[in-house]
């Protein structure tokens, strides 16, 4: 059995398609931290990657064009997968 993950997510909607993305792989959710914005989120990003020594972490954040895509540098935990 896969352990539950952690979501950790720009706002509610996000929240919702993260919550809906894990219900369709059968994956259960841990806990949530919906941040209420980009601004709050994106300090955080750091502690979630050490947490995810730990518990598996996704965290879920939209473009909205002000950044490009670009992924996580590779010093994450195995728990961790992100990309921006």
């Excluded at 706002?11 to 809906?20: S, T």
């Excluded at 965290?59 to 010093?75: E, G, K, N, W, Y």
Aim: proline share 8%; hydrophobic share 40%.
């Amino acid at each position: 059995m896969q352990q539950p993950l952690t979501l950790a997510t720009e706002g509610f909607d996000d929240e919702a398609v993260a919550r809906k993305i894990c219900a369709t792989l059968g994956i259960s959710v841990a806990h949530s931290y919906p941040a209420r914005g980009k601004t709050k989120l994106d300090p955080k990003i750091r502690a979630y990657n050490q947490a995810a020594a730990f518990v598996p972490w996704l965290v879920l954040r939209d473009l909205d064009a002000d950044a490009p895509c670009r992924a996580i540098p590779q010093q994450n935990h195995p728990g961790f997968n992100g990309a921006t």
